[in-house]
């Protein structure tokens, strides 16, 4: 890793492998429960004894998903986040640093987007946040999985909402991957991925 004498340039270079690898991961859990979602819908024997392990599986990848969601976008200023990075390249004594190193690293910047471009795809992507829906996330997070005060639950998201956050979180990290070139091979259809292969393994085992 090359470093630079910017903290903030540092922060994301050091951190950005750990972010996509968790953000893959949640991609990976909605598109397993997406799947999972297809197949207890459409299987024609509904009352079959595959019935319950599907749901428990799918209730459970959900519960990581929206999970890794809340972890990739922790508001913590000391946390390992999408939030913290954009906190960081949102500064354009950041973003130069940034670039310099890039260049340093990697050569001129020939290609389209430039390297310029993506970190403006990143800012832009962070801007399209519902943060309502967020919030209610973390609520349903910290209530609902973390800690098990299920009377004080108030607020929660939709299968419909989580899906909208998770493609966003997808949309950062593959700007991120694209801008910075770590080892985790990442791409914005990985969702739609799982959730076939999820269905064609489960179709098959079941017949």
Not at 101 to 118: E, F, N, Y
Not at 122 to 143: A, Q, S
Request: net charge negative.
């Amino acid at each position: 890793m090359t470093k630079s004498t910017d903290p903030g340039v540092d922060f994301v270079l050091a951190n950005a492998p750990r972010l996509i690898v968790v953000a893959t991961r949640c991609a990976w859990s909605f598109g397993a429960a997406e799947g999972l979602n297809d197949v207890l819908a459409s299987r024609p024997d509904q009352q079959g004894e595959w019935r319950q392990p599907v749901s428990v599986l799918h209730r459970d990848a959900l519960l990581m998903a929206a999970l890794r969601v809340s972890v990739l976008l922790d508001a913590d200023p000391k946390a390992v986040s999408f939030q913290t990075v954009y906190h960081s390249l949102k500064e354009t004594a950041v973003q130069a640093a940034l670039l310099q190193v890039l260049d340093a690293k990697r050569g001129p910047d020939v290609l389209t987007p430039t390297r310029a471009d993506l970190i403006g795809t990143y800012l832009k992507t962070y801007g399209e946040i519902d943060w309502n829906m967020h919030g209610r996330l973390v609520h349903f997070r910290n209530l609902g999985i973390a800690h098990l005060t299920l009377d004080q639950l108030t607020k929660s998201v939709t299968f419909a909402e989580l899906r909208t956050m998770v493609e966003v979180v997808t949309r950062l990290a593959s700007t991120m991957q694209h801008l910075l070139q770590t080892d985790t091979a990442f791409h914005d259809n990985m969702v739609e991925e799982c959730s076939d292969q999820v269905k064609r393994v489960i179709n098959y085992d079941l017949g």
